[in-house]
């Protein structure tokens, strides 16, 4: 077991199940450039949590917002385990967090606070903390109420 999912099992979280695109897809969840990991934009569907749709501000409350975007930050940390592993994620550098927002509705950071919130947990305050957007969308995919993008620094492996 990783220190990550150790971090994130004593902050009471757990990862979920890797969720594969298909191998045609034109696109991939993962990309590593030199020294940077970008990763795709994710939601927050996952087996084990129910599917949330709606904007924020009108169907969900700021409590559910936080929710999705936690549970899409463990998402991409799924995905970061499976893809290349943890011991080669350096830091988390920045990170896009896109709200479906009810006109009106200005809490956008206070959403993606919850995504922030589990990087931190995951790699501590010293490789956790990173650079942020948190914006408002009039729609995302499928409904979801949050999609958030990361790119991390990774370590050099030889």
């Given amino acids: 077991m990783s220190e990550v999912t150790e971090r994130l099992r004593a902050a009471g979280l ?20 030199g020294e940077l990991l970008f990763v795709s934009g994710h939601g927050p569907d996952a087996p084990e949590f129910p599917r949330l749709r709606g904007k924020v501000g009108r169907e969900l409350d700021l409590d559910a917002g936080r929710q999705a975007a936690r549970q899409t930050a463990l998402n991409m940390l799924s995905t970061i385990d499976h893809e290349i592993g943890f011991d080669r ?12 927002s009810a006109e009106g509705f200005g809490g956008q950071p206070a959403v993606i606070d ?16 990173h650079t942020r957007s948190a914006v408002g969308m009039a729609e995302l995919p499928d409904g979801i109420p949050v999609e958030i993008e990361l790119q991390a620094q990774l370590r050099h492996v030889r």
């Fill in 114 to 129: 919850g995504a922030s919130e589990v990087f931190l947990a995951a790699f501590g305050r010293e490789l956790g903390i």
């Fill in 14 to 33: 757990e990862l979920p199940a890797y969720q594969q695109l298909p191998s045609d897809f034109p696109r991939v969840r993962t990309l590593a450039v």
């Fill in 89 to 100: 994620v350096a830091r988390i550098v920045k990170v896009l967090g896109m709200v479906r």
